[in-house]
């Protein structure tokens, strides 16, 4: 897998440092808080179980270097908005809950994050827009109307919510066009990240953090993990956090879930001027800051090999040039893939895992853990703190299944 993506060439020797730390000869072997996965999630959880004084916390990440897989083959949106359609309402609160820690912690580290604003515009084709309330029978919501965006007071989009036609898009983005039949939604007010610069940060921040060091399994006495057996021997945390992408055994049985392939590329800085990002079914893209436009990713349901396939990838560079003339000859500077984790709709999950009382699975973000992170990295720590379910998680369950130590024996 080509893992040479925009942001590795961004980093400097003390982040790639920060990120790849190795197995220090100090081990903690039996700390207060133990993270397996050193992606955005499992990161998050160390930064905040910290912050909530739970003890010691140490981190282990199989991988040579933190991040190593969706958490830096991303493009870093925080974008929780973009979701209101798609997504359910305590998925859109969540998001932005984690939207306004990534402020808050930036403005805390001084910058260190790196957060920039952003906004989107959502090009579709009209008819893809959902009707304003009241509009073609549907109930109306007091306080909400149709907005008068179009000449001479008459709606540019009758029915729809506040759209941007051609004339609109070109006053916010002069080299933006829009296809025929096409209107954009503008949301503003999101966020983007550098995924490696804020893993880094993340990092420095994390208690002990440990790379090269996998999860073997793990034993129970009673209700409790007891010992973690990793590649590293063994460990006997206090309360264990499992943020792998996608549930490990033996907790795994009868969860659907899956990895899927994605597509990325970035193209160099060229001849068009780009303030948006720009998504929707025609293509798009999102823009750096200094130049250069990442654009992805693709659902490569089925493709199981972690190599970069340019015939999926380039048509990418080609649909943004719909939108954006001016970046038909675009240089591709960078082309990578990952592959996201999957589970249960697109819903994340987080939640303790079955039969035990001191461990929890946080994963299945699919392509929002980066937006995801910080809030799932507090309701893990208040859970872990209190003991009870943050309310801004409770729907984010695994699915129920039996507990798979009642056949195992209390101890093994």
């Not at 039996?30 to 179980?49: E, K, N, R, T, W």
């Amino acid at each position: 897998m080509d893992r040479v993506t925009v942001w590795d060439d961004r980093r400097g020797p003390d982040d790639r440092a920060r990120l790849a730390p190795g197995r220090p000869p100090d081990l903690d072997r039996s700390p207060d808080v133990l993270v397996v996965g050193g992606g955005a999630i499992g990161l998050a959880a160390a930064v905040f179980a910290r912050r909530a004084g739970l003890g010691r916390v140490t981190l282990i990440e199989r991988a040579p270097r933190l991040v190593p897989g969706a958490s830096s083959g991303n493009g870093g949106a925080i974008a929780p908005d973009l979701h209101e359609e798609s997504d359910g309402p305590r998925f859109v609160a969540f998001g932005r809950k984690s939207r306004q820690l990534y402020r808050d912690l930036d403005a805390e580290w001084q910058g260190a994050i790196g957060a920039w604003p952003t906004r989107w515009l959502d090009i579709r084709p009209v008819e893809a827009f959902p009707l304003l309330d009241g509009a073609a029978g549907v109930p109306a919501i007091p306080g909400r109307g149709d907005p008068l965006d179009g000449a001479a007071g008459v709606p540019a989009f009758p029915g729809r919510r506040g759209l941007l036609d051609a004339a609109g898009v070109r006053a916010l983005e002069p080299d933006v066009r829009l296809p025929d039949g096409a209107a954009a939604r503008l949301f503003e007010g999101q966020l983007a990240v550098d995924p490696l610069r804020l893993a880094a940060a993340l990092a420095a921040r994390a208690g002990q953090v440990v790379t090269g060091v996998g999860l073997l399994g793990v034993s129970v006495r009673g209700d409790r993990v007891s010992t973690v057996h990793t590649t590293a021997g063994d460990l006997t945390p206090g309360a264990l956090v499992v943020a792998t992408g996608l549930v490990p055994p033996p907790w795994h049985q009868g969860v659907p879930q899956r990895w899927v392939k994605g597509h990325m590329l970035a193209l160099a800085p060229g001849p068009w001027r780009l303030g948006s990002v720009l998504a929707g079914p025609y293509g798009g893209g999102t823009p750096l800051p200094g130049g250069g436009v990442v654009c992805g990713g693709t659902f490569d349901e089925g493709d199981r090999s972690p190599e970069v396939r340019p015939e999926v990838s380039d048509p990418m560079a080609k649909d943004l040039a719909t939108l954006v003339p001016a970046a038909a000859e675009a240089r591709i500077s960078h082309r990578w893939c990952c592959f996201r984790p999957h589970i249960e709709h697109r819903q994340p999950v987080v939640d303790r895992l079955p039969g035990v009382t001191n461990a929890w699975f946080a994963g299945g973000h699919f392509t929002t853990g980066i937006m995801m992170a910080p809030a799932t990295g507090a309701a893990l720590a208040d859970w872990i703190g209190s003991g009870r379910t943050p309310e801004d998680v409770r729907t984010f369950t695994l699915p129920r299944t039996p507990s798979p130590w009642p056949t195992l024996g209390p101890t093994h």
